[in-house]
């Protein structure tokens, strides 16, 4: 069986930037929520208002759900890998490491999705242009974040590993995700936030105790909101949608573009000061997402694309993928 390798079309690059937009700005809903909001309740509010929503559309819509066993314990993995696993890890780094060098570690997802993809698909491995431009990418996010941080990195091995750990669940779910391309966007946007909500509201209802917290106020509340309707819900679609059509390595370069969206907003929005260092950064992973992306370099050199508009066949080395394709 012979399979196209997964690549970077125009509407998938619209994605993957619209996904790279949502996920930036959710930081900003999030400095404002979590003023008012413990981390854990605001997480499930993210994640179960998110769920609700997209259950009405998928109802009012008739859209319909996956009764395949197989398929919902797939999502019950991706609710564990993509939510809830990397979301306590995170949390847990962060607060004992900084977040300049989480952010730094958070940039290592596409890494670890081009691996477990080399090794568990049949038509996403590793080439020369998707790992130069990874790892430009990666060096425009630390010069973005800066060498200060670097010294966050040597004083907790522990919550470093833990932030790894979380990028390389991030990868694996990123793979994982592959499995849905013949069930549509909404409905496993729907399942996988559905798992997420049900797993994590024990945790959050027992160690928050949300009905004893004080009313937050309307800036939180309308950013918790924001929260779930723009930054989980809708990117959640454009998420799984991107991953059907452009693979799991191209979908997890959002990583590399979240850094430059969030200090672009702070920078708009919030009124922050961009440094000459941010706006290197911010080149270098342009010039990483060029590389990979290949068709400029083929313009200039009068040779095939070897980014991601090549058309790379391979052949499937067992009838059936790790990630549930066929």
Excluded at 150 to 170: K, N
Excluded at 225 to 236: D, E, H, N, Q
Excluded at 263 to 269: D, S
Aim: aromatic residues 8%.
């Amino acid at each position: 069986m012979e399979l196209q390798t997964p690549r970077l079309d125009r509407r998938s690059w619209a994605l993957l930037l619209a996904l790279a937009f949502l996920w930036s700005v959710s930081f900003i809903f999030i400095k404002v929520a979590a003023a008012d909001i413990p981390i854990l309740t605001l997480v499930l509010i993210r994640v179960g208002l998110a769920a609700a929503v997209l259950h009405v559309v998928v109802m009012a819509t008739g859209r319909r759900y996956p009764r395949e066993r197989r398929a919902l314990g797939r999502y019950a993995l991706m609710g564990f890998f993509n939510n809830l696993l990397p979301g306590v890890l995170i949390v847990y780094a962060t607060a004992r490491i900084g977040a300049g060098a989480a952010s730094i570690l958070n940039a290592t997802v596409p890494i670890f999705t081009l691996l477990i993809a080399h090794v568990a698909t049949a038509n996403e491995k590793i080439t020369a242009a998707k790992l130069s431009g990874i790892l430009l990418g990666f060096a425009g996010v630390a010069a973005m974040i800066g060498p200060q941080a670097l010294g966050g990195l040597g004083s907790d091995i522990i919550a470093a590993g833990a932030m790894l750990l979380a990028t390389a669940s991030y990868g694996l779910s990123n793979t994982i995700g592959r499995g849905f391309g013949g069930i549509d966007a909404t409905v496993s946007a729907t399942c996988q936030l559905t798992a997420a909500t049900l797993m994590l509201a024990p945790v959050a209802l027992l160690a928050d105790r949300p009905w004893m917290l004080p009313m937050p106020d309307a800036a939180a509340l309308f950013s918790a909101i924001g929260l779930a309707l723009a930054s989980t819900a809708l990117a959640y679609v454009l998420f799984f949608e991107l991953i059907a059509r452009a693979g799991a390595t191209n979908t997890s370069l959002v990583a590399l573009l979240i850094p430059a969206g969030g200090v672009f907003l702070a920078w708009a929005i919030l009124g922050e000061a961009l440094t000459w260092s941010e706006a290197a950064g911010m080149a270098l992973i342009g010039l990483g997402l060029v590389v990979i992306d290949g068709r400029l370099a083929s313009r200039w050199f009068g040779r095939p694309a070897q980014g991601n508009d090549e058309v790379v066949r391979s052949q499937a080395r067992s009838p059936r993928e790790l990630t549930g394709s066929s």
